[in-house]
């Protein structure tokens, strides 16, 4: 044998020896409970002894016989992102998802949105709710609908995956926010970004596909992923957000969407006007994500397409005062005055539950002190840009010019003002609040702080003193207003 030959030999053996010990080093490296490093590797070096290994670790993970190929799987486990399953790999997911417990469920064999709503809340899966809901009656919508649910289940079976032999919720939780929120990386986007569409980041296919969503749609998608894994979860609504949480006895946990899953205090989610916070149910999640679609319309001023998104809301929320309020408004800005009416009279009021303040803009309409264009002003669309702001500061000055009394109008003023770092035009809109209506304790705590700031502290006691008052009626003791008063208490003594 030549010695060209023996050295090509030589290098040749030498390089498969080095590409072999590489792989089983990555191999050795490996997370053992990880479905998708098991599958990455496989597709990787499905011939070699480590590539083999794999592939059978992947099936005791996965609880599948020796006999079923799970290996055209790969792509769906590597990236658990974007439907685009073949109809083998459909079939073979919901095969190994069989046992999974939302199988019990008559929803998660509807085949459409009219037999989600025919069901009670009790039955419903909340994965397929939601696609049926947001996909409509496109073409291909059925189809979508199996293959979102698939990656649910996908997701599922690799938290399942994680968990020791008899789990607890918490080991369920620790797993679910380590696979949402560290492999997958779901993150809150960009407030410039998600403003504009909120939709986008609100529906379970497109956060789904691009990792990305608002506090509803990573709620709405860890719920369903809860659902899969026998993990009872509630919805909570503070105002204007949504979290998730698990309570049981003396037991609540906390689940902070937006924040990678940390449990932050229930304190924390409390105002000056709530003093409760709602617990909701499948059908109101689903709902809610129509209502922020219909809230970009309504602030893009496109009212017709936002009573499109409250109607669709309306099916799941029937009884949302919310929902009610805003489709009167829409019906009002659109010219239909007598239907807009009618579900504006619907509305109480007295505060809701869980509220101190009461609704002072319907109020204000059928008192003749705001007419549709300056309930129009409130609703619009402020962003990052301090242009925005000012075209709605002249737009609400013209308003409350006209209709001076107009609370929710010298409201939103007097933020305009604060965000433009004007204290003292805020305080000067804020006292004329105050003179109309003392009963807003928020509005007293806004006073207070303004006049603390400005030394004015005998006006800040007195402000703060009402702000107590409102609040101790409903046995309630916010944490802003016990730091203001600890802040008082040194420059001026009660």
């Known amino acids: 044998m030549s010695k060209l030959v023996l050295l090509f030999l030589f290098i040749f ?3 498969f020896a080095r590409e072999a010990y590489e792989i089983k080093n990555l191999w050795n490296r490996l997370d053992p409970a990880s ?10 070096y499905p011939e070699s002894v480590e590539g083999k290994k794999a592939l ?32 083998e790999g459909l079939q073979l997911v919901e095969k190994l998802a069989y046992h999974l417990p939302n199988r019990r469920l008559k929803g998660y064999f509807a085949k459409s949105e009219a037999e989600v709503l025919a069901l009670p809340p009790e039955e419903i899966d909340l994965g397929k709710a939601l696609l049926f809901s947001q996909l409509g009656e496109r073409e291909g919508a059925e189809r979508q609908a199996r293959e979102y649910s698939a990656l649910l289940d996908l997701m599922a079976l690799e938290i399942l995956a994680y968990l020791p032999e008899h789990p607890t919720p918490m080991d369920k939780i620790v797993a679910t926010n380590r696979l949402i929120f560290e492999e997958m990386g779901f993150r809150f986007p960009p407030h410039s970004i998600y403003a504009k ?3 986008l980041y609100t529906f379970l296919p497109s956060v789904m596909d691009n990792h990305l969503g608002v506090c509803l749609g990573v709620a709405a998608l860890y719920l369903a992923v809860a659902q899969r894994i026998d993990l009872p979860l509630e919805a909570i609504t503070p105002p204007g957000h949504i979290y998730v949480r698990y309570r049981e006895g003396e037991t609540c946990v906390n689940i902070e969407t937006t924040a990678r899953g940390i449990d932050l205090p229930t304190e924390h989610y409390l105002n000056m006007n709530t003093y409760y916070l709602p617990v909701r149910g499948i059908k109101e999640v689903v709902g809610f994500t129509h209502v922020n679609e219909g809230s970009l319309h309504l602030q893009n001023e496109e009212y017709e397409k936002a009573i499109a998104s409250y109607q669709k809301a309306f099916l799941y929320l029937p009884e949302e005062i919310l929902v009610k309020e805003l489709l009167g408004f829409c019906y009002l800005f659109t010219g239909k005055k007598e239907e807009g009416e009618a579900f504006l009279r619907k509305i109480p009021l007295e505060p809701a539950v869980g509220s101190i303040k009461k609704d002072t803009m319907v109020e204000d309409y059928f008192n003749q002190k705001v007419d549709e264009e300056g309930l129009k002003a409130v609703f619009m669309m402020v962003d990052e840009t ?14 409350v010019k006209r209709y001076p009394e107009f609370r929710e109008g010298l409201e939103h003023l007097a933020v305009t003002w604060v965000q433009m770092r004007r204290p003292k035009e805020a305080l000067q809109v804020l006292e004329k609040f105050h003179a109309i209506d003392p009963t807003h304790p928020t509005i007293e705590y806004y006073l207070a702080v303004l006049q603390g700031e400005r ?8 402000y703060l003193h009402v702000a107590e008052k409102l609040t101790l009626a409903y046995h309630f003791s916010p944490k802003a207003l016990k730091e203001l008063r600890q802040q008082l208490l040194p420059c001026c003594p009660e």
């Open 455 to 462: 030394h004015h502290y005998a006006a800040a006691w007195d």
């Open 197 to 199: 569409d909120i939709d």
């Open 13 to 15: 053996t030498s390089c």
């Open 35 to 44: 479905i998708p490093q098991g599958f990455a590797f496989y597709d990787l």
């Open 56 to 87: 059978q670790r992947l099936k005791k993970l996965l609880g599948v016989e020796e006999s079923i190929s799970i290996e055209l799987l790969a792509p769906q486990f590597t990236h658990l992102q974007g439907a685009c399953f073949t109809q």
């Open 386 to 399: 301090l242009e925005s702001v000012l075209k709605k500061q002249k737009r609400l000055q013209r308003v």
